[in-house]
């Protein structure tokens, strides 16, 4: 029998064990007819990184080639990023699920938006009365996981509105609930989100336009936030390309710019479960979720809390382990000091354990 051995604080206890790796799972105790394992690494060992939020095979022109797909794929491996929920993508990534080597995926299929209210080749486009039909079909392709584009800009009202009337909505959601899938939205305005939280929606990407009110909502019914800081950062360019042409949604994005940190930690304070995603994909780079989790640090979420949202409790609400346990598969990361007292060592880690394989 052939073992690997790591030995450091594991997270989140931060108690000093000796884990060993065989055949691809964890153990604490020491393989019986063992006379010696090789030490892989020591230092601090995280639960593997989630990145909530990512496009894998999109970019700015839509589905990429499968050679992109698998390089970006590693670049996010080999930066401790071992889980990923695709939050839309028009690339098909099911191959992904088949390479022992590329992080795990959580696939969401297209983007459903509506009508010419969206990214050019990034989505399904429906008007209402198709969109039902859209969220089935998104629901049979993907993971367990739908993407809707809640609001988008209006050309007609020159400002961000919601992308579909509430009935559809309520439509689209109890179907997704129906073929078991769950649903998640962008939403940078205030005003696509009631109606999508009354209709039972799991997860809000963005939210900036969040009010108490929503928020009170969200932790009633157990709606999670991602909330892609680094996305929202660019509203100020936003609104300033739009300026001339868009005035109303210029200042729009100008103002939940503005209030972006407010709402952030309005909702870490109520109570709402926040998780980390880098939007990597489309504008945005793969291989950067370091950086999300730095930015959101510095909204004023306590690193703990930060280094929660895309490890351990993640992968919890994912549906993956979120620890450590004995006889779970071999999914972390192992970095030289401790990432709650410096996030920075995020970009150094030693290894990375991917089911059982160091890379790295």
């Not at 050019?120 to 969220?135: F, I, K, R, S, T």
């Not at 609930?177 to 989100?193: I, M, N, Q, R, Y």
């Not at 979720?289 to 730095?294: K, M």
Request: hydrophobic share 40%.
């Amino acid at each position: 029998m052939s073992a690997l051995r790591f030995s450091g604080p594991v997270l989140p206890d931060g108690e000093t064990r000796e884990v060993y790796v065989v055949d691809g799972r964890i153990t604490y105790e020491r393989p019986a007819g063992l006379s010696g394992a090789e030490t892989a690494a020591q230092g601090w060992i995280v639960p593997g990184l989630v990145d909530a939020h990512n496009h894998l095979g999109l970019e700015d022109g839509g589905a990429v080639p499968d050679e992109e797909i698998e390089r970006t794929a590693i670049l996010d491996r080999d930066n401790g990023v071992l889980l990923t929920r695709d939050c839309g993508s028009p690339a098909d990534t099911r191959w992904v699920h088949e390479r022992e080597d590329l992080p795990r995926l959580i696939r969401c299929g297209r983007h459903v938006a509506r009508t010419r209210r969206y990214i050019q080749n990034y989505g399904q486009e429906v008007e209402p009365d198709g969109l039902v039909d859209a969220v089935a079909e998104q629901a049979q392709a993907g993971d367990g996981w739908v993407k809707l584009v809640g609001d988008w800009i209006s050309r007609e009202a020159g400002d961000l509105a919601p992308s579909f009337p509430a009935d559809a909505v309520t439509a689209a959601i109890e179907v997704a609930h129906a073929h078991g899938a769950k649903v998640t939205a962008h939403c940078f305005g205030e005003d696509s989100l009631s109606p999508l939280l009354d209709a039972g929606i799991d997860c809000i990407e963005h939210g900036t336009g969040l009010t108490e009110a929503h928020i009170a909502q969200m932790v009633e019914r157990g709606v999670a936030l991602v909330p892609t800081v680094l996305q929202t950062s660019k509203f100020p360019g936003f609104a300033s390309s739009g300026r001339a042409r868009f005035p109303a949604y210029s200042a729009t994005m100008d103002r939940l710019f503005e209030r972006r940190r407010e709402v952030l930690m309005n909702a870490h304070d109520a109570g709402v479960a926040l998780y980390v995603g880098s939007d990597g994909g489309g504008s945005a780079r793969h291989g950067v979720l370091h950086e999300e989790i730095r930015a959101m640090a510095a909204m004023g979420l306590s690193n703990e809390d930060v280094l929660g949202a895309a490890s351990w409790r993640a992968r919890a609400w994912l549906g993956w382990n979120p620890g450590l346990d004995e006889g779970d598969t071999a999914d972390f990361v192992v970095y030289p000091r401790n990432p709650v007292d410096d996030l920075s060592v995020l970009t150094e880690p030693t290894c990375v354990v991917l089911r059982g394989r160091v890379y790295g």
